[in-house]
């Protein structure tokens, strides 16, 4: 008994140690860090207790970053997942060149977003930009989409939903090749409409793959700020700053360790309670085989 | 918390024995110990032209100093370079020097990581040496009594017009303009609108990227100096402050001439070069790229003068790192001196537009044949008389941060000009609150 615990231990240990080093000693020391002042020279952190907790609620730039990124959440998890379940019952279907819509839309996927973003940066450049161009045809003026606060947040969500929606529809169009076809033999004898095939039978199915992605996609849009660092730097007047996005700024930019680390717990805290209700609340609906 | 300043006045007496004594010991320990490796950081993102150059720079002095290895390490864009710098020297593995903005002195020396050159540099023709830059590209880097850069790839910001533009409206192509006034209605007369629609531009300021850099030129022209007091202080929203950016937002609403919100760093020049915008303010940085590319004549102008003519100075010096052993401080300090010298500011400032730093190096024939051909050249180098050192105070990227945002806003059209002005003071000075002397 003692030989197989202590076995099963060893075959633990290289997980446990890459966990342990690289995600649950920051996770902690970042915690510690948040209570203590930044350290700068030769001046060491002093404790301050729940100080930069307190400063962090009066920092209005947090604030915007938040309202940020709850919108760029709110807008990039609904399009990038319903997109990509479109698209793939769109190349579920047999139809001529369907290796080239696949591809098509699986291409935003493996190109490195900092490529996503230059190209995109091009697209959206005032006067000679693809959009721009696009819209003089039709009697357009000159739009300055990054520059813009109405529009340089929309404009990252549309590149975010882009690249997100491919590599979401692989997860989708798998689901729905292993989808048994005597179930839709099934429907069609029963006189069931397609509507109500699909409704009833295809999206239930599907809700194992829509929760794992449902949980890539919020992750994501908290993660996903690639595009902000090349194409904005989260600004006009931080309208693009999303948390990750400030993190880093306070961090690398400001050489904030309090900030940084304080914003770091909170957005740790948020992505745990997104889990919790993910995990706790639509998990239990979701039918498993 | 206080005073971080006094910290390290204490520290260089230690260094200056031990690179004293390097210096007189040097000749034999480097024939000794063979090379000496030098490593700097260098703002450059992508290879291209810049990088070749530095590559040459250093093959020659490492072919005329052969006891000396000089390695350039190209570490992306200037807010990089000063990342990777800070990270690598607290993690122990730092360069022995970087070039960075000039503007970020406060914070390498808040975080004590930089040596003050004028403790090594002791000897009279290093004192000589010291002395010999451009004051306005010295102010930036002399902090507390101290220098702490040495000016290199140092820039100005400058107005860009066509000729050709100018031509067709009327004006004298040979004259830019030169005050306030005559920006306004020169620029509002080469503004082309057919209906609703312009397509072309009487004058575009960047109002990204380098928001307050911009600005900052239009508060000097107004007489205001954006901070003072060692770094310590603000004056962001004055009435000469408030000024500087009615005058800015005159252009976009009153005179119509500047397109309105925010107008893109990297595409004015191309704007510019397609014709479709008459004049722009750029940095000198910028001036080989128009000249190569401009298919037009184009001419050069100091900035406008509102109550004083006024252009900051901005661009990057370079730094000693505190890792750095005596023996790779004097091999830094000859690198330098090498690089710094007359012949070859005036060699780089050539070859990409950047402001050679040093009056003597003007004066060199290579230098003069060049102005003499291409006299655009030499408007920097007149402004500098005009120069103010660019904004910078301790925890300067998160000032000049908070001044950017509020400008930005003011732009947008979101706040009032003195409201954004006073938002960003406040913001400001809740910043400096801990450097402040107790």
Redesign the interface.
């Known amino acids: 008994m003692r030989r197989e615990s202590l076995q099963a231990w060893l075959l633990l240990l290289p997980a446990l140690v890459l966990l342990v080093a690289f995600t649950h000693w920051p996770a902690a020391t970042t915690i510690i860090d948040s209570f203590y002042t930044t350290p700068k020279g030769s001046r060491p952190p002093r404790f301050v207790g729940i100080e930069n907790y307190a400063d962090l609620m009066s920092d209005p730039v947090f604030w915007t970053a938040l309202t940020n990124n709850a919108i760029y959440a709110v807008w990039t998890i609904p399009v990038s997942v319903i997109l990509a379940l479109v698209m793939a019952l769109a190349v579920n279907t047999a139809m001529p060149g369907r290796a080239l819509v696949r591809m098509a839309y699986f291409t935003p996927t493996m190109l490195p977003m900092i490529a996503v973003a230059n190209i995109w940066l091009f697209f959206y450049t005032p006067d000679y930009g693809l959009f721009d161009h696009i819209l003089s045809w039709f009697g357009g003026g000159r739009h300055n989409w990054l520059g813009d606060r109405a529009t340089a947040l929309p404009a990252m969500i549309a590149v975010a939903v882009w690249k997100e929606a491919g590599f979401f529809m692989i997860f989708y169009l798998a689901a729905l090749q292993a989808m048994p076809p005597d179930l839709k033999e099934c429907a069609a004898l029963e006189g069931s409409s397609r509507w109500n095939f699909f409704r009833r039978v295809t999206i239930p199915l599907l809700m194992p793959t829509t929760l794992f992605v449902l949980v890539n996609a919020v992750i994501n849009a908290f993660r996903l700020v690639d595009h902000v660092v090349v194409m904005t730097r989260g600004g006009p007047d931080n309208a693009t700053t999303l948390l990750l996005y400030y993190i880093y700024e306070a961090g690398f930019r400001f050489w904030d360790q309090a900030l940084a680390a304080t914003l770091t717990v909170v957005l740790l805290g948020l992505l745990g309670l997104l889990a919790w209700l993910q995990f706790g609340v639509l998990g239990k609906r979701v039918h498993y085989r | ?1 206080r005073n ?1 300043a006094t ?2 006045r204490t520290l260089p007496r230690r260094t200056l024995i031990g690179a004293t004594a390097a210096t007189l010991a040097a000749p034999s320990i480097l024939g000794a110990q063979g090379k000496t490796t030098v490593e700097f950081y260098f703002p450059v993102a992508v290879g291209g032209p810049i990088t070749k150059i530095i590559d040459g720079y250093c093959t020659e002095f490492m072919a005329a100093n052969t006891d000396i290895e000089v390695k350039p390490i190209y570490a992306g864009s200037y ?1 990089d370079t000063l ?1 990777k710098a ?2 690598a020297t607290k993690a122990g593995q730092g360069p022995q020097m970087a070039l960075v903005l000039a503007v970020d002195a406060y ?1 390498l020396i ?3 990581l930089i040596l003050p050159f004028d403790t090594l540099a002791t000897s009279d023709a290093d004192k000589a040496w010291l002395k010999s830059f451009y004051p306005a590209f010295m102010a930036n880097g002399t902090i507390d009594g101290h220098v702490w850069g040495i000016p290199f790839q140092r820039s100005t910001i400058v107005a860009y017009w066509n000729k050709e533009i100018f031509k067709e409206i009327g004006l004298d192509p040979e004259k830019g303009p030169a005050s306030w006034a005559e920006n306004a209605e020169w620029t509002a007369k080469a503004t082309k609108r057919e209906g ?3 397509s072309r531009w009487g004058i575009q300021i960047p ?3 380098f928001t307050y850099w911009l600005y900052q030129a239009m508060a000097a022209q107004a007489g205001v100096e954006l901070a003072g007091d060692n770094g310590r202080r603000t004056d962001f929203n004055s009435a000469g402050a408030v000024e500087g950016l009615q005058f800015w937002l005159d252009l976009m609403n009153k005179h119509r001439s500047h ?1 309105t ?4 760093w990297g ?1 004015g020049p ?2 510019f070069l ?1 014709g ?1 915008t008459a004049v722009i303010w750029h940095t000198t940085g910028n001036l080989t790229n128009i000249k190569n590319n401009a298919k037009f004549p184009f001419g050069v102008a100091m900035l406008p003068a509102g109550k004083r003519r006024g252009s900051p100075a901005g661009g990057g010096n370079f730094h000693l790192f505190k890792g750095a052993t005596p023996a790779q401080q004097q091999a830094s300090l000859r690198f330098l001196r090498w690089l710094t010298s007359p012949e070859k500011a005036a060699a780089w400032g050539m070859a990409t537009g950047y402001v050679a730093t040093r009056p003597d190096a003007w004066e060199t024939p290579t230098m003069k044949d060049y102005v003499a051909g291409f006299p655009q050249a030499a408007v920097a180098r007149d402004q500098l008389a005009f120069a103010v050192p660019e904004l910078s105070t301790h ?1 300067n ?2 000032v000049a ?1 908070a001044l ?3 400008l ?2 003011a ?2 059209g ?1 706040k009032p000009p003195k409201q954004a002005l006073d938002d960003a003071q406040a913001a400001a000075t809740r910043l400096l609150k801990p450097y402040q002397k107790a």
């Open positions: 918390m971080i910290t390290h807010v990342t800070i990270t914070t808040d975080d004590e609703d629609k312009v109002g990204d990227g397109p919100g925010i107008s893109a595409t191309r704007d397609e479709t925890d990227q998160r941060k950017t945002d509020e930005q806003a732009l947008l979101r």
